[in-house]
């Protein structure tokens, strides 16, 4: 697991609200839908990203990093170890405050490369895990 958890806090209560989540379709029983389910209820606004586009929870979907309109705080990642790498790269291309890889998810010369770019990072870790750790939380 990379990312202490002051970067964990930090990413989770104090670079905003706004979290793309690489890899969300409307496939309940992915992984993904469900820790999104969970940004959603302490707060943040989940916006899906994969090549489908799909409206999921709420929110409407977009093809890639690059097709959101509005800024992104955060990018979560569910994807293969082997395509992170070039999500992360996109993240620091869009303007993003993070990059989270999630459970299984690793990339050493990502998280490095991410981490030089002055993005806050952390890898092989659930948001959905952490975030009922950290009590009451503020955006």
């Known amino acids: 697991m ?7 806090r ?13 890899g969300l379709s409307s496939n309940q ?16 606004r989940v916006v899906p990203v994969h090549p489908k586009a799909e409206t999921v ?12 309109p509005f800024e992104v705080d955060v990018v979560d990642v569910f994807v ?3 395509l992170a790498g070039e999500v992360a790269d ?3 291309a869009i303007g993003a405050k993070a990059v989270w890889f999630q459970l299984g998810v690793i990339d050493e010369a990502a998280y490095e ?5 002055g993005l806050d990072m952390v890898m092989d870790r659930c948001p959905a895990i952490e975030i009922p750790r950290l009590g009451p939380v503020r955006g």
């Not at 990379?2 to 964990?8: A, C, F, L, P």
């Not at 930090?10 to 989540?21: E, K, S």
């Not at 929870?57 to 959101?68: K, R, V």
């Open 2 to 8: 990379e990312g202490d958890q002051d970067t964990v």
């Open 10 to 22: 930090r990413i989770l209560t104090g670079l905003g609200d706004t979290w793309a989540v690489v």
């Open 29 to 44: 029983r992915r992984a993904a839908y469900g820790v999104a389910e969970v940004l959603q209820r302490f707060g943040k």
């Open 57 to 68: 929870h709420g929110e409407q979907g977009y093809a890639s990093l690059a097709d959101i």
């Open 80 to 82: 293969r170890s082997d």
């Open 90 to 92: 996109e993240a620091a």
């Open 113 to 117: 490369r991410t981490r030089a770019a």
